[in-house]
């Protein structure tokens, strides 16, 4: 390796460390417990991991199956059905809270027919957080637990259904243990997603303080003045931080050869 290399790896690191150093700089420590447990600060903090919770469970029921079919689909048909799950994770997350609103909005394709059959109306509640943080946070773990069915091949499959194995039985015992370390680090990483997410949100749920306002909303609307200090936007900042490197950390931990 040459030499001249370590300059842009260490402006490289420099780049991705020094923001996060200025964020810890700015934590006030002697008022941060007071910060993290403030009622609006809880209230965020408690629609975060439930509306994460349940849009990551969401994805579960959703996203296993889709990545089972992507691994063992032709190549061209797998193709196509990665490329459709990556759009989410280069599309604007603006443009997904716009899509979601021309969907499900009040005069939206199936939104208008929801609110006429049901008088449901999902833009601006809590179930439209929970919508949004799925929308963004699927292709996390499809990829994901795809990855590690494709790698494992067919061949155990294959053992079962000569020894009898039904297909149900075959998915149950033996695809979805294989899919064991790829089906938790996506669940994490979908999670992780889930509680950071804030373009689709915003704009396809609002901000009501309670009903929709979750972490990254509640320091952005500190931040422009408005509801939480900016301690209390700091110490959501540093929350936040902390759990994208322990949920990084136990990724890593279930990554296969990890141990080596």
Do not use: H, K
């Not at 990545?67 to 994770?89: E, F, Q, S």
């Amino acid at each position: 390796m040459p030499p001249i290399v370590l300059v842009p790896a260490a402006l490289a690191v420099g780049v991705l460390l020094l923001p996060l150093a200025a964020l810890v700089a700015r934590v006030d420590w002697s008022t941060i417990v007071a910060d993290l447990t403030a009622p609006e600060t809880l209230d965020a903090l408690r629609l975060s991991i439930v509306t994460g919770v349940v849009a990551t469970a969401v994805c579960l029921v959703l996203g296993v199956p889709l990545a089972i079919v992507i691994a063992r689909a032709t190549p061209r048909v797998a193709g196509l059905l990665r490329a459709l799950v990556t759009v989410p994770l280069v599309l604007p997350p603006m443009v997904g809270g716009i899509a979601l609103l021309f969907l499900l909005g009040r005069t939206g394709l199936a939104g208008q027919w929801l609110d006429a059959a049901f008088g449901l109306r999902l833009p601006f509640t809590t179930a439209a957080v929970v919508i949004a943080q799925a929308f963004v946070a699927l292709p996390f773990l499809v990829l994901s637990v795809e990855g590690t069915v494709r790698a494992a091949g067919t061949r155990y499959e294959q053992v079962a259904a000569t020894l009898g194995a039904s297909r149900w039985t075959t998915f149950r015992r033996v695809t979805l243990p294989l899919a064991g370390p790829g089906l938790v680090a996506g669940t994490v990483l979908c999670f992780a997603r889930a509680i950071g997410e804030f373009g689709a949100t915003a704009l396809f749920a609002g901000n009501a303080e309670g009903t929709t306002r979750t972490m990254p909303l509640a320091i952005y609307t500190a931040f422009n003045g408005a509801g939480v200090g900016q301690g209390t936007a700091v110490a959501l900042s540093l929350l936040l931080l902390v759990a994208s490197i322990a949920i990084l950390v136990l990724v890593r931990g279930w990554r296969p050869g990890s141990a080596s």
